[in-house]
């Protein structure tokens, strides 16, 4: 019972990637990286000096050292140590005592540790989602992309990336980012999140995607507001009728929120029930024209 002693094996490269089903991309304007479970604990069942674990150091930092430069937030997933039986309960039975509290063990390794400024969540089961605050912390911050790296792919990793799919949080599981038992295991991980739940990506893709300014398109004109919502959507705007209701096409509750304060940065002050009473195109244009009346007045 317990961690087994993980074999050195070689970190997955882009030759390596499976084909996407979907193809969504990293935006850091919608994106939050998640440093899963990066304790001494779980990294102590490897070779540090062998791969996958000094790639894997190497990509997390990178990840988060771009990320901080644009304003993404930065989330970790820590395990607490001598856990109450009643909170690890199943877990017990796969996986013993878990982590004990010393501090050499439940420290995020060194080269990674948090900032003041990032989130911390107290972990407990294999879902970053699970008795956290990290649904809540997204929509609160009005983001809905997760961009996962740490350990271990297959457990963790690739369950956060599932349940982020049930939550509407797009997931993007950066494949040399993660480690996993073995290399078999891995690539699963990347296959099933590839095909089922969001894409798997390098490190090099996302830095790619979210290093290029997105596109906002300008909100003073009706074809503006239609190509901003239809860039939500993932639609094409010619695709998205103006009689249409917006939230049975897929706009969600953290997009609109979103959407909101992009029309309040450009001095239109609208509020998030305004726009859910009445989620047509037409309807919200003229929400946005009468604003425009009563700021000129």
Known sequence: MGLPTIKSYDMPTKLDMPTN??????????????????????????????????????????LKKECKRL?????????????????????????????????????????????????????????????????????????????????YAHIGCLVTATEAFMEDVQSFFVADAVADFTEEQHKMAMQY??????????????????????????????????????????????EVSVEENLIYLGLDSIRMMSLTEELRQVGIDINFMTLAEKPTLK??????EAKKVSMSE
Not at 227 to 234: F, G, M, P, T, Y
């Open 283 to 288: 309807d919200w244009w003229n929400i946005v």
């Open 21 to 62: 089903r979907v193809s969504w991309e990293a935006d850091s304007n919608r994106a939050v990286l998640l440093i899963h479970d990066m304790q001494q604990y779980f990294l102590n069942a490897y070779d540090m000096q062998e791969s996958p674990i000094p790639e894997l150091v190497e990509h997390i930092a990178t």
């Open 193 to 238: 999140v590839a095909t089922r739940c969001g894409v798997t990506v390098t490190t090099e893709q996302i830095l790619e995607q979210t290093g290029h300014e997105h596109p906002r398109a300008s909100l003073d004109s009706f074809e503006g507001l239609r190509d901003r919502v239809s860039a939500l959507l993932e639609q094409d705007p010619q």
């Open 71 to 151: 304003n993404i937030p930065v989330v970790y997933t820590a395990q607490p140590g001598n856990q109450n039986p009643k909170d690890r309960a199943l877990l017990q039975d796969f996986w013993g005592d878990g982590l004990s509290d010393d501090r050499s063990v439940t420290k995020i390794i060194d080269g990674l540790e948090p900032d003041k400024d990032d989130l911390i969540l107290t972990k407990w089961r294999y879902s970053a989602f699970k008795r956290t605050s990290l649904q809540t912390f997204l929509q609160e911050t009005g983001r809905d992309q997760l961009i996962i790296c740490g350990v």
